[in-house]
């Protein structure tokens, strides 16, 4: 797959789109008073782009031509450009704005784990920083280095390692190459019959390998488990030598290595391999629409699914700001569509006591057996019932199946529009969901309110666990002019990360930490945590040559 965008999410050409989705703009111009009708904020050129020359020594050249090649070792501008950052929104920000940081000077290809062995050799023995670089995706600030590094910086670009390199069908896992896109993952196991369900929504565009070093987590993840439960096994090439991680069941060897590698954000090594769980493809799969009658009914009713004996792929549930957002973002119906949903409504209302303004936006996902799937319709039916739900039908679910990756492209719409929006996810027990809930919007509209700013926020439930799930919240603002719009960003997302660790809950659920979140680590896993951390990173890569400045 080409490159993303320089300056934004996904692929040149591809973008959000209003003009059928007659009720967008007027939800903007009603709760941001941005109007919309027309970009007015155009990243720049990237003629006009300043772009230093790369600190690349003649015998370094040589070192990395000779490890991978020569057509694999490049120092092209725009290469250079798109490995320089990730995706979040302080990156995007500066670099429509033409403040590229520090790029890196060379952008590296390898083909094999050899490879790998010889290009980490090269850069060690020049004192080098490397940069792994999957899919570029990371909205954490865990890609750019450091804008003081005076050290030749590789990016290690793992796209050709894009393999699924063996099926062990009675053990049901998967041997992969780190660099393999979502999408060609699915379809090289498709293919055999197999899935490794995972979903996040970076799927399109993000790899085996960055899922591994940022402890991604998948829209499936109910039933498939997040990345950490999938990976078993796990090849890195660090300054000590190849890491290799058996792929058993459960081992008592001592403290986890395979989890020191989980999250670790190329600041251990660079994996080249996993090996991770796969099932058969379901026989049935579908997901269906929910209404629930307020938050309070919604978060109940996914506490209970997830304590009883129903194993849905997906429990998701919007608050009712972010359902009013979805229907918004619906495109425009037919006279039949349209009557059918102010009979719902109209339904909903006198039959069922529901306040339509609060209503909750649901989706829960079946995969199996028709027979199992049968099962568990109804079970999860039952429970839905309990708290005065009603099913509204596979259209929706359908539509969010279809929609689920392309959120992240609505962030560049609101970009050319002069306005910024972001995310922040986390997770905590049940009993602490909905005091957490109300600790975080409150911290939010503080926040707009103290940079004087017309902002949204909304929240939706997006995975369950055993003893609690995980809140997603999603804010937008016009900044003010006059001031630096990231400074203004800063006081929100601030006070949205401290409402998280206030709460008792985690700084990130499956973003990572990178640069943007470190700030908060030590409230999180404790001073003594962080030291463990840091002693980790310094055994195993003294000099500061992986990924520096990364977690802590």
């Known amino acids: 797959m080409a490159a993303m965008k320089w300056w934004g999410w996904g692929l040149d050409g591809v973008a959000f789109e209003d003009d059928d989705k007659p009720g ?62 990730g995706k979040s929104l302080r990156d995007i ?20 784990e050899e490879d790998v062995v010889a290009v980490v050799a090269a850069a060690l023995e020049a004192d080098a920083v490397l940069i792994a670089f999957g899919g570029g995706t990371s ?28 099926i062990d069908a009675p053990s049901q896992l998967a041997r992969v190459q780190a660099g393999v896109l979502g999408p060609d993952l699915e379809r090289q196991l498709n293919a055999q019959g197999w899935t490794m369900g995972h979903f996040p ?40 030598g190849l890491l290799l991680v058996r792929p058993v069941p459960s081992t008592s060897t001592g403290p986890s290595v395979r ?49 009883s004996e129903a194993h849905p792929t997906v429990t998701r549930v919007s608050d009712a700001p972010e359902t009013r957002f979805s229907f918004a973002t619906s ?35 079946y995969e199996g057996s028709e027979r199992h799937v049968s099962a568990e319709r109804k079970a999860v039916g039952r429970i839905v019932a309990r708290h005065g739900g009603v099913c509204v039908g596979s259209g929706p679910g359908a539509l969010y199946d279809q929609k689920k990756f392309d959120t992240p492209y609505i962030r560049d719409y609101l970009l050319d529009r002069g306005a910024l929006g972001d995310v922040s996810e986390t997770s905590a027990p049940w009993s602490a969901l909905r005091p957490l809930y109300d600790r975080v919007m409150s ?25 609690g799930a995980c809140l997603y919240f999603t804010f937008a603002f016009p900044p003010n002019a006059g ?52 002693a980790l990173f310094d055994g195993i890569d003294p000099a500061g040559n992986l990924n520096p400045g990364k977690i802590v």
């Open 139 to 166: 909205i954490s600030g865990s890609l750019e280095p450091p804008r003081d590094e005076r050290r030749t910086v590789v990016s290690v670009d793992l796209s050709r390692l894009d393999r699924v390199l063996e």
């Open 93 to 112: 920000v500066l670099h429509r704005r033409g403040d590229l940081g520090r790029l890196p000077d060379v952008v590296v290809r390898p083909g094999t």
């Open 331 to 365: 495109k425009a119906s037919s006279p039949l569509d349209r009557l059918k949903s102010a009979a719902l409504k109209a339904y909903l209302r006198a039959r069922k006591g529901f306040d339509v303004d609060e209503m909750c936006l649901s989706f829960i996902g």
């Open 483 to 534: 001031r630096e719009p990231l400074e203004q960003y800063d006081v929100v997302k601030s006070a949205i990360q401290q409402a998280f660790v206030d709460g008792g809950a985690t700084l990130s659920h499956h973003h990572a930490v990178g640069t943007e979140h470190a700030q908060w680590l030590e409230q999180d896993i404790s001073g003594p945590g962080v030291t463990l951390v840091r």
């Open 259 to 307: 989890e020191m590698v989980l999250g670790s954000e190329g600041r251990i090594g660079i994996i080249t391999e996993a090996t991770v769980h796969v099932r058969r493809i379901a026989a049935q799969r579908t997901i269906l629409g929910y209404l629930f009658p307020d938050w309070d009914a919604g978060l109940a009713a996914m506490r209970e699914i997830a304590a």
């Open 24 to 85: 967008f703009r007027p939800f903007v111009q009603r709760h941001l008073g941005l109007d919309v009708n027309r970009a007015s904020a155009a990243p720049v050129r990237f003629e006009d782009l300043t772009i230093p020359e790369p600190a690349l020594t003649v015998d370094l050249r040589a070192a990395l031509e000779g490890a991978v090649g020569a057509d694999h070792v490049s120092t092209d501008a725009h290469d250079r450009v798109v490995h320089a950052r």
């Open 201 to 240: 929504d970076s799927f399109t565009h993000s790899t085996l390998g960055g899922w591994i070093a940022t402890r991604s987590s998948g829209m499936q993840s109910d039933r498939y488990g997040d990345i950490a439960d999938l990976t078993r096994g796990l090849r890195v090439v660090t300054p000590a």
């Open 443 to 467: 911290a939010a509209h503080g926040a707009f309110d103290e940079v004087g700013v017309r902002g949204y926020a909304m929240c939706h439930l997006s995975h369950s666990y055993h003893a």
